[in-house]
């Protein structure tokens, strides 16, 4: 695959527990960091690597996500309503496929933070997506070294790019950061309801069917009022 998905997939459902008190009366993605929110981050991002839809899932203050992107042109913002029942991120993706189409598209957590290197990163997945090897290809930081992330990893990877997922006391060197390009193959025989999207990612990989790409550049993890701090000083060293 080289030419970039128009399509992508916004989780924006959360109830963002972690990011309090800031999120008692906003949802995170709405949480400001570096004078925008975060979701703004994401979506001009995608604007800039051609997206032409971006489909967002809605639940917690699901009304005031909708109110501040109603006037968003690029991308072009569907809305996915999980206000009545949450369905996690496997779900959530799940009930949105008919709005995605049947191409591969990108997925973005919408409180996701990063700063490319030489090559603006969604571009660079693109590139080396190949849907005849893989279902789903993710975005993988390392897990030393990221802004705001002090846990033990999710997935170690071999030289040909296949992952594996940290096995429950082990420590591996690459955390997912919230971006990837998914097949709608990878969501074939998924369960009804909620579910997360870790059981698809897990059925891939025994299939060798789930691949990592290196992130070029600096991830950022902002998933506590502390991060927020973090991120923003990372974001001036890199306008320097």
Known sequence: MNANPKTAMVLAAGLGERMRPLTEKMPKPLVEVAGKPLIEHVLDKLADAGVETAVVNVHYLADMIEKKLAARKKPRIVFSDERRLILNTGGGIAKALPLLGNAPFYLVNSDTMWIDGV???????????????????????????????????????????????????????FVYAGVAILSPVLFKGAPDGAFSLTRLFDRAAEADRLHGLRLDGLWMHVGTPDAIGLAEQAILASAV
Do not use: I, K, Q
Not at 163 to 172: G, I
């Open 119 to 173: 090559r603006d990163n969604l571009t660079r997945l693109a590139e080396n997506f190949d849907p005849a090897r893989m279902d789903a290809l993710l975005l993988l930081a390392p897990s030393a070294g990221s802004t705001g992330y002090s846990g033990r990893g999710d997935f170690a990877m071999t030289s040909d790019g296949r992952l594996h997922s940290r096995a429950e006391r082990e420590v591996v060197p």
